[in-house]
Structure formats: C-alpha cells, structure tokens
C-alpha cells in the first residue's frame, strides 16, 4: 500500500478515536453534573422539614451545586454573620443551614420591596425567621472610585461588620453588566480574617472581568473558580488587611 494512504488512514483513525473520546468525556462530565445535582438536592433538603415546597433552583436562583455549596461552607466555618446580596431561595439554604449550626445570623439584602416581601414571606412558612433578616435597600447612583454607577443604598448597611461569609448574588443586572463589582471592595475591611464570599455567575463576561480586577486589587486573598452550573468565584480573605485604596461612595439621586 503506498505510503501516503497508510498516512492517510492512520491520521483518519486518529481523529475518528480523538471524537470518540471527547464524546465520552463530555457524558462523564454530565454523568458527575447529575450525580452531583442529586447528591447536593439530597443535602438541601435535609435541612427543611417539608413546611412548604421550595422554589426551584436555577435561573434567577441560585443552582444547586452553589447552594450545595453554600451548605458546606456554613457547615465547616460556622459562620457568625453572612451577609447575602439578592435574595430568593439561597436565602432559605442559609437561613437553613445556620439552623442547623444552631448559631449565626444572616443579613439579606434586596433592592425590591416586593422580593423582599415574598423572601421573608417564605423565610416565615419556613419557620426560618430567628435565622435571618431581610433588609430592603433600594438601589441609587453612588459615587464609587471616581464613576457613578447604581448599587444599593449604602447608608443603610453602615451597621453591617464582622461579615464571615458574604455571597453575592445582586443586584440584578438589567442596569449594568457589572452591577456588582462595588460589593467585594465596599464589603473588604467588613470581611473577618479567614472570612469566605461566594460570587454566583461566575462565568458570565462581566463577573469575569470583575473577578481579574478584584484579584489585582485584592492579593493577599485567595481566588479559585468553581466549575459549576453557571461558574463561581469564592475567595477567601486569608487576613484582615485594609483595602489599598479607600473607595469614595456617597450617595445621590436614586438610579
Ligand atoms: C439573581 S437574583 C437572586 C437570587 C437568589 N440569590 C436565589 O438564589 O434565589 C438577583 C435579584 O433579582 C431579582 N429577581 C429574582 N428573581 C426574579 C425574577 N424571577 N424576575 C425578576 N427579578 C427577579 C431580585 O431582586 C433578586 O435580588
């Protein structure tokens, strides 16, 4: 046989077994996503005792291997104070979990009243509302590193400190794509040493840039992606070090 249909074949056989693996990869990776899924739903689930069904996961809401997640995280940090922004039914999952801690309070920040409402509305059928509070905090134009941009009202978190776990989830984007960069830069020196915050979204171009920015402006903390449903970003504060550069947010008319 000449050489050149020898060749011609063997490169042909390749390919044919370079496809053949990649379609065997992509199936084991949707059979671990599924394992997955039902490993962490069995997880949630044993934190409510079937008072009322819960809202699904995925879409506006957190997916489940994040809420897994998040499950884990306040089971081994024992969390004091969590802070989330954007509530729904990851809200329920921590407020669950610090149930279970028996310790911890979580403060859920929403900018709309009538979210605000139906989470605490399901906080309650839940039996959940020793566990957390739901803050309405409407979002303005504030003044942040010299640009304006909307974000939440930010004389009405002054309080909020000592934050061992802040996941971020809001606001909506509808205003701007990176609506939520302000949050890991305005919560830093609120963070404790050692403190976890989860980004959701983590995979969306905008969450992207925002998580390269936050990393050079936040070295001294540690930031790994996790490859889930709709990707995210925990990073974790190794030490309570201030923020180089003090933000300047003020407050204006609202957005
Ligand atoms: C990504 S959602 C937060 C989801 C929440 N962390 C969860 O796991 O359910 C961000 C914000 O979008 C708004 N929102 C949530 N669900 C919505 C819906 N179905 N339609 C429009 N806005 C919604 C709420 O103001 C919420 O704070």
């Given at each position: 046989?000449?050489?050149?249909?020898?060749?011609?074949?063997?490169?042909?056989?390749?390919?044919?077994?370079?496809?053949?693996?990649?379609?065997?990869?992509?199936?084991?990776?949707?059979?671990?996503?599924?394992?997955?899924?039902?490993?962490?739903?069995?997880?949630?689930?044993?934190?409510?005792?079937?008072?009322?069904?819960?809202?699904?996961?995925?879409?506006?809401?957190?997916?489940?291997?994040?809420?897994?997640e998040l499950v884990r995280v306040v089971a081994a940090r024992q969390?004091?104070?969590?802070?989330?922004?954007?509530?729904?039914?990851?809200?329920?999952?921590?407020?669950?979990?610090?149930?279970?801690?028996?310790?911890?309070?979580?403060?859920?920040?929403?900018?709309?009243?009538?979210?605000?409402?139906?989470?605490?509305?399901?906080?309650?059928?839940?039996?959940?509302?020793?566990?957390?509070?739901?803050?309405?905090?409407?979002?303005?134009?504030?003044?942040?590193?010299?640009?304006?941009?909307?974000?939440?009202?930010?004389?009405?978190?002054?309080?909020?400190?000592?934050?061992?776990?802040?996941?971020?989830?809001?606001?909506?984007?509808?205003?701007?794509?990176?609506?939520?960069?302000?949050?890991?830069?305005?919560?830093?020196?609120?963070?404790?040493?050692?403190?976890?915050?989860?980004?959701?979204?983590?995979?969306?171009?905008?969450?992207?840039?925002?998580?390269?920015?936050?990393?050079?402006?936040?070295?001294?903390?540690?930031?790994?992606?996790?490859?889930?449903?709709?990707?995210?970003?925990?990073?974790?504060?190794?030490?309570?070090?201030?923020?180089?550069?003090?933000?300047?947010?003020?407050?204006?008319?609202?957005?």
């Open positions: 046989m000449p050489l050149f249909i020898l060749c011609a074949l063997t490169m042909g056989l390749l390919v044919l077994a370079s496809l053949l693996l990649a379609r065997k990869l992509r199936r084991l990776r949707q059979l671990r996503r599924r394992q997955q899924h039902i490993w962490e739903t069995h997880n949630i689930f044993q934190l409510f005792d079937r008072a009322a069904p819960l809202p699904p996961p995925g879409g506006w809401a957190a997916s489940t291997d994040l809420l897994g969390p004091r104070v969590v802070v989330e922004l954007g509530s729904g039914l990851s809200t329920l999952v921590i407020a669950a979990a610090l149930r279970r801690n028996r310790a911890g309070r979580l403060i859920c920040v929403e900018a709309d009243d009538q979210y605000a409402h139906s989470t605490r509305a399901q906080l309650h059928q839940h039996a959940l509302d020793d566990w957390a509070t739901g803050r309405s905090v409407p979002l303005q134009s504030i003044e942040f590193e010299g640009e304006r941009r909307p974000w939440y009202d930010t004389s009405l978190l002054g309080d909020v400190d000592s934050i061992d776990l802040l996941f971020i989830d809001g606001p909506p984007t509808a205003l701007r794509r990176d609506i939520r960069y302000p949050a890991l830069p305005f919560f830093w020196n609120k963070l404790n040493a050692g403190a976890v915050v989860l980004l959701d979204d983590a995979d969306r171009p905008a969450e992207s840039a925002m998580a390269k920015s936050w990393q050079r402006r936040f070295p001294q903390a540690l930031f790994e992606h996790l490859r889930f449903e709709k990707g995210a970003l925990r990073v974790t504060s190794l030490a309570r070090v201030p923020a180089p550069r003090a933000p300047s947010h003020s407050a204006a008319s609202t957005a």
